[in-house]
């Protein structure tokens, strides 16, 4: 650890040569004259706010020599000449200048020992609004941003309880991305978070560039072949703070509106927030109506595919379900060919501009359905079925576990195709096998409160309860 010299000009030339001082256009330094000693500036233009430090600068120009006389210590200067609450001071070059790129504004005084940090700094952010993948029609319409502190404010809003911490980290050996834990002190489980704190220190990356996404994949279990999620995430401050009172733990990652919560399961993503702005009847209702059409969705192509590879396996009244109308391509490639272009829609959606998106979605049906039904290439019921597939995706909150259950789809539909009934039940137990053997960030098991199991959690989990003293 590299600490601060007695020369004043030999640590100005330091900090002037590794911050970037006259290289990089966006570092600003300025020189004082603070009761006749030199004093120097550097702040990062973009991160500081320019009216406090004018207001601080202002009063430093007024101190006169005798103010100074007797001051050896950058710690007393900064309890007398220093009026902004965040601020403190450090020996360490390595921290200043990580503090600086962080945001905060470097002070050096002539004759003083040491360097103040002012925390004045204000990021770049857009204002608080509702999250596009967490609407509610009731309820409260703001969400995080990609900054940490109006995060960390929407949370203590909700939760003003002094044993509410905001535990900070670094991570990342170039960028120092700022990470936070928050928690409930006596409601946390102390192992689970022991093991997230040294899953965080073992993170050996230059950057966090995907923020999140970063985090999660350094910390998750290497199994790639994996595609259920082991995060579940959300960029509602309501949804949160329930998390947190329960006992969870909720992980902000710098320049990201999403937040982890750890633990996760795969039952957590049954839950949705719009069930807790209804009764519980209606959000029961609406919980296992989305469970319920979710699990069709994960079945209903291969189950298709299977009753119409060979006549004779249906009922007589349910004999219209065996009869799809001749198409050029085979049924198997054509729910596959489906597959795929939904895929290719989502995609192009994203890259579309909005003036254009009523334009892209006339083209798309047209071209996906009437187009492909009247050119013989594929029928109307393949239509149907994915048509339906696709609004159940829609049906519940998480985009990775919608992708996992179609990636699994269409193996499913693969074994189907390939080896018939036997190739549907070997399917069926392969998902199985690959839920019970996927391992959770932390926690007991992914499928808790199944394995191992617990009645009263999974009742919850399945049954929307009325709000209670410990039902968030």
């Known amino acids: 650890m590299a600490t601060l ?92 200048v990580t503090s600086v790129l962080l945001g905060q504004s470097l002070v050096l005084v002539e004759g003083l020992s040491g360097a103040a940090l002012i925390d004045c700094k204000e990021y770049p952010a857009r204002s608080v609004g509702e999250p596009l993948d967490g609407k509610v029609l009731r309820g409260s319409h703001d969400g995080f941003v990609e900054a940490m502190v109006p995060n960390m404010a929407l949370l203590r809003r909700r939760i003003r309880d002094p044993r509410l911490t905001m535990e900070g980290h670094k991570v990342g050996t170039r960028s120092q991305t700022d990470a936070v834990l928050c928690y409930l002190e006596d409601r946390v489980d102390r192992e689970l978070l022991e093991e997230v704190r040294w899953k965080l220190k073992s993170i050996r990356m230059n950057s966090l560039t995907m923020a999140q996404e970063s985090v999660a994949e350094a910390i998750r279990p290497k199994q790639w072949y994996n595609p259920f999620p082991k995060v579940r995430y959300t960029e509602r401050p309501d949804s949160a703070a329930a998390s947190i009172l329960e006992g969870n733990i909720v992980l902000m990652v710098d320049n990201s509106p999403s937040v982890m919560i750890l633990p996760t399961t795969f039952f957590d993503f049954t839950q949705e927030a719009n069930e807790f702005y209804f009764p519980p009847l209606i959000g029961t209702y609406l919980r296992l109506l989305r469970i ?75 071209i996906l359905g009437d187009f492909a039904v009247q050119a013989g290439w594929l029928g109307p019921e393949v239509l149907v079925y994915m048509a339906f597939v696709s609004v159940a995706a829609f049906a519940q909150p998480s985009y990775e576990l919608g992708y996992a259950f179609k990636l699994l789809r269409v193996a499913l539909l693969l074994l189907t195709a390939a080896f018939d009934v036997w190739g549907f039940v070997l399917g069926v137990l392969g998902i199985l096998v690959l839920l019970a053997t996927t391992k959770p960030v932390v926690g007991k098991h992914y499928l808790y409160p199944l394995i191992p199991f617990n009645g009263k959690a999974l009742r919850r989990l399945l049954v929307r309860e009325p709000i209670s003293r410990d039902n968030t």
């Open 5 to 96: 010299s007695n020369q004043y000009a030999e640590n100005v030339a330091l900090f002037d040569r590794t911050i970037g001082v006259g290289r990089s256009t966006d570092i600003v330094s300025r020189n004082y004259y603070i009761g006749g000693r030199r004093a120097r500036l550097w702040v990062v233009d973009g991160y500081g706010k320019d009216e406090t430090l004018e207001r601080i600068g202002a009063f430093w120009l007024t101190l006169r020599p005798d103010d100074l006389e007797h001051l050896a210590q950058m710690q007393d200067f900064a309890d007398r000449f220093i009026t902004f609450s965040e601020t403190r001071v450090s020996t360490d070059t390595e921290d200043i």
């Open 292 to 366: 319920v059409v979710f699990l069709l969705s994960m079945f209903i192509t291969p189950v298709w595919y299977l009753l119409t590879a060979e006549p004779g396996r249906l009922p007589e009244w349910l004999q219209f379900l065996s009869s799809p109308e001749p198409a050029a391509l085979h049924l198997l490639w054509q729910l596959l060919v489906v597959e795929f272009l939904v895929d290719v829609l989502k995609l192009a959606s994203l890259n579309t501009p909005d003036s254009l998106s009523n334009s892209f979605s006339m083209l798309g049906a047209l």
